[in-house]
């Protein structure tokens, strides 16, 4: 990122040390700036769109600007008092606009973020803790989606959640599906450009493995098409993660076959229920060789209270089929588990998204038009890991007992195999694939009461600490989407940010990071499009 294309003023930030009585003389105003910003989206625009209700700066219109700045982000920890604000939001309505966007931002020197659903667990989408000023381009308001049954395909822009294009799929297909993400709040743009794994996985990859064709702006303000972009950048964006390569207005997706009637369960073991692991153990063994049909996810929930705590093991099951023949597989496959035709809720696919979204039973499908995300208003930290070996018993129960300190916190265990193992390391840029057995997630949310927000970054640093001798090495594997700026620990300096790249690089992407900064360099070669962790454009030295 060259200091020639920032305006005087943000150099003068970056000697702060210095030059800080001078900053302060000559501040930037947030409302001048969209002036200029909207004088230049004038300019290079051809066609006059309304841009009422498209602007929000924090003086001109401070009585809505931090409610639209926080209505989808996702994690409060970047919603504080003290974290850089957006210097104004837009919200463009015409693809032409985010072109215009990228060029008058280049041409302004500003920093631009860009938002779809806000669910990035670090908050990038919204803040920006190495530039200043920056704007927010939020894509809510390019939503439309085209689904096409006759070719089993949908274009769907990337403002839209990903629940809606699950009800749009369904409205017009009962047996058609798509395999991303279980939070239906999910924003199109920024979960399918990390992968999106979802409980269609285990059939038909993630999302990003059933991408089609999509729809670019480049840091030079250029539409392009997956013909116009090449084949190397229509592989960066599909796993490559967000905030790197370009505005990825839309999505042409591939729509999958589901049956009319697919079968869910959630049983449920307290560890006292499960004597010596013997279930959990189980499930480490044939959780990646089921029936590709099937998918069976643990989730460890700490329950009870001060003395009397245990922790919760729910198995939350898709299957695809009925539930005769998973209970034919369940005898045969994995009997610990002592599932019962009771267990077994037979259902449409669109009901099972809104079962495992935990939306309560009876919510009408419509549900899904609104966006919400059940989360509410929390803090979180979280990190990932994938497990190429079965867990022992003595790394389980150091796993329980460390999970049992952290009031609230939530395990995940997502099976992997199937169609994700049978999809080449290469194929696209995320690498977690054959050798998986499941990822791990661990996560701890707090609330606003809280008063020593940090114990609770400290707990998921500990548990991760704890984890590695039991998980991948060499590289240790992270999920991008689950981006943690505690890889390779992010400096302000960008020396230190690339060598820092080298750490999370193959992390993130495996071999695939030195194709992924091939691409970049070739791309955005001045980094226009830059976030705390983007993919660095230049040979990387060590
Ligand atoms: C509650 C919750 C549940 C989740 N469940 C799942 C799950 O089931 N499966 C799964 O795979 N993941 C899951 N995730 C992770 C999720 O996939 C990522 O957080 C994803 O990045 C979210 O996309 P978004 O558009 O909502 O986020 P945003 O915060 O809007 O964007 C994320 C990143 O992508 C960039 N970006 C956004 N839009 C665009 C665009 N149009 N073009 C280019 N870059 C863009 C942003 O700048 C940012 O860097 C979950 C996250 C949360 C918080
Ligand atoms: C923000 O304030 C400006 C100036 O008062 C006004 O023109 C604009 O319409 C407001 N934007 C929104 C989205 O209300
Ligand atoms: C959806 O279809 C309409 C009508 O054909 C078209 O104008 C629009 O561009 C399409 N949207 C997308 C995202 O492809
Ligand atoms: C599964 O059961 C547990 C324990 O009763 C509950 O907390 C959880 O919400 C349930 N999940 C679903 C998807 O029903
Ligand atoms: C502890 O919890 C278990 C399971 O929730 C319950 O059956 C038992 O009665 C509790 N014991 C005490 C002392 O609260």
């Known amino acids: 990122m060259g200091i020639s294309n920032l305006r005087p003023a943000i150099s003068c930030i970056s000697l702060l040390a210095l030059y800080i009585s001078l900053c302060t003389i000559t501040p930037t105003s947030s409302a001048s700036l969209q002036d200029?910003?909207?004088?230049?989206?004038?300019?290079?625009?051809?066609?006059?769109?309304?841009?009422?209700?498209?602007?929000?700066?924090?003086?001109?219109?401070?009585?809505?600007?931090?409610?639209?700045?926080?209505?989808?982000?996702?994690?409060?920890?970047?919603?504080?008092?003290?974290?850089?604000?957006?210097?104004?939001?837009?919200?463009?309505?015409?693809?032409?606009?985010?072109?215009?966007?990228?060029?008058?931002?280049?041409?302004?020197?500003?920093h631009l973020r860009v938002r779809s659903g806000g669910h990035d667990y670090e908050g990038m989408s919204y803040v920006s803790q190495i530039d200043t000023p920056f704007i927010l381009i939020d894509m809510t308001k390019l939503r439309q989606i085209n689904v096409t049954i006759e070719d089993n395909s949908a274009w769907v822009q990337t403002g839209a959640t990903i629940g809606e294009l699950y009800y749009r799929i369904s409205e017009k297909s009962k047996i058609h599906g798509f395999p991303a993400g279980l939070w239906t709040s999910l924003g199109i743009g920024g979960h399918i450009t990390g992968g999106a794994y979802g409980s269609l996985m285990r059939k038909f990859g993630l999302a990003a493995d059933n991408v089609l064709d999509a729809k670019i702006v480049d840091a030079n303000g250029k539409l392009l098409d997956r013909t116009a972009m090449g084949e190397d950048l229509f592989w960066a964006i599909r796993g490559g993660g967000g905030g790197s390569f370009g505005i990825i207005i839309a999505w042409k997706v591939k729509l999958v076959p589901v049956p009319m009637t697919v079968t869910v369960f959630n049983v449920t073991k307290t560890l006292e229920q499960d004597v010596d692991n013997k279930i959990l153990s189980k499930w480490q063994l044939v959780a990646d060789k089921l029936v590709e049909e099937l998918f069976i996810r643990v989730v460890f929930n700490v329950a009870g209270n001060n003395g009397n705590?245990?922790?919760?093991?729910?198995?939350?099951?898709?299957?695809?089929?009925?539930?005769?023949?998973?209970?034919?597989?369940?005898?045969?496959?994995?009997?610990?588990l002592g599932l019962t035709q009771s267990d077994c809720i037979e259902m449409s696919w669109i009901e099972s998204i809104l079962y495992f979204a935990q939306f309560p039973k009876g919510t009408p499908p419509e549900v899904l038009l609104q966006g919400i995300s059940l989360l509410g208003k929390v803090y979180f930290k979280a990190k990932s890991d994938f497990a190429t070996k079965p867990i022992p018993a003595l790394g389980l129960k150091g796993m329980l007992k460390r999970l049992i300190k952290e009031e609230g916190a939530i395990v995940f265990w997502t099976p992997y195999g199937g169609m994700?193992?049978?999809?080449?390391?290469?194929?696209?840029?995320?690498?977690?694939?054959?050798?998986?057995?499941?990822?791990?997630?661990?996560?701890?949310?707090?609330?606003?009461?809280?008063?020593?927000?940090?114990?609770?970054?400290?707990?998921?640093?500990?548990?991760?600490?704890?984890?590695?001798?039991?998980?991948?090495s060499n590289p240790r594997q992270s999920y991008v989407n689950y981006r943690d700026l505690d890889l390779g620990q992010n400096g302000k300096n960008s020396k230190v940010k690339s060598i820092n790249a080298k750490i999370w690089g193959p992390k993130y992407f495996k071999d695939n990071f030195n194709k992924l900064v091939r691409i970049k360099s070739n791309f955005d070669p001045d980094n226009f499009f830059r976030q705390e962790q983007s993919i660095p454009p230049m040979p990387i030295r060590s």
Not at 447 to 457: A, Q
């Open 36 to 110: 200029d910003f909207i004088n230049c989206l004038h300019r290079n625009t051809n066609v006059d769109f309304p841009l009422e209700d498209t602007f929000f700066t924090p003086e001109r219109n401070a009585s809505i600007f931090i409610e639209v700045l926080e209505s989808t982000a996702q994690n409060q920890r970047y919603l504080t008092e003290s974290t850089p604000k957006p210097s104004f939001i837009f919200k463009p309505v015409h693809e032409s606009q985010v072109q215009a966007s990228v060029i008058c931002s280049k041409k302004l020197g500003i």
């Open 420 to 472: 994700m193992s049978k999809i080449p390391e290469s194929e696209i840029p995320f690498p977690h694939r054959c050798g998986t057995i499941f990822m791990i997630q661990y996560y701890t949310p707090w609330t606003d009461s809280d008063k020593r927000p940090n114990t609770h970054i400290k707990w998921a640093r500990e548990i991760y600490n704890y984890m590695t001798p039991y998980v991948s």
């Open 309 to 336: 705590k245990t922790v919760i093991a729910s198995y939350k099951g898709q299957f695809l089929g009925d539930k005769g023949t998973l209970m034919e597989v369940m005898e045969k496959d994995f009997p610990e």
